[in-house]
């Protein structure tokens, strides 16, 4: 069974409560229920985790290389666009396939939500497809070792 981690920086707890107009108004414990759902049908069994500290984001992340997990969904939130620490995390535990997602499309907003620390780390970065975007990641590393497998 592939196993990945699936987490979730701050704010994230509050999706469903906050910004609808942004976030939309599934409650974040239906979405980490869609995403178990999702990866059981893929044999994936997916650890959820969210924390509101960037701290947290850098253990698991180093956690899943020592534990051996064949990849990590990352939604950083807005440790996106600052976290220098969580880039170094992701670049260190390197071939581990990693993807960041964004519920909202982060493009499309303000300009200093345009960069991401981690994107230049990570396998894909989707972006603006609400929670069907951790599926998508999901399948995103599915794909990418199967390929590598194949190689």
Known sequence: MTKLMIINGPNLNMVGI????????QAFPDI???????????GIEADC????HEGD??????????????GIVINPGAYTHTSI????????IEPIPVVEVHLSDIMAREEFR????EAPYCIAQIKGHGPQG??????????????ERNQ
Do not use: C, P
């Open 18 to 25: 906050r910004e609808k107009n942004i976030y939309g108004t």
């Open 32 to 42: 980490i229920a869609m995403i178990q759902e999702e990866a059981k049908k893929r």
């Open 49 to 52: 985790r969210q924390s509101n």
């Open 57 to 70: 984001l850098v253990d698991w992340i180093q956690e899943a290389w020592f534990q051996s997990y064949d």
């Open 85 to 92: 620490a969580l880039a170094d995390a992701v670049h260190a």
């Open 114 to 117: 345009h960069v991401s620390y």
């Open 134 to 147: 951790y599926v998508m990641a999901m399948d995103e590393i599915l794909n990418h070792i199967a390929k």
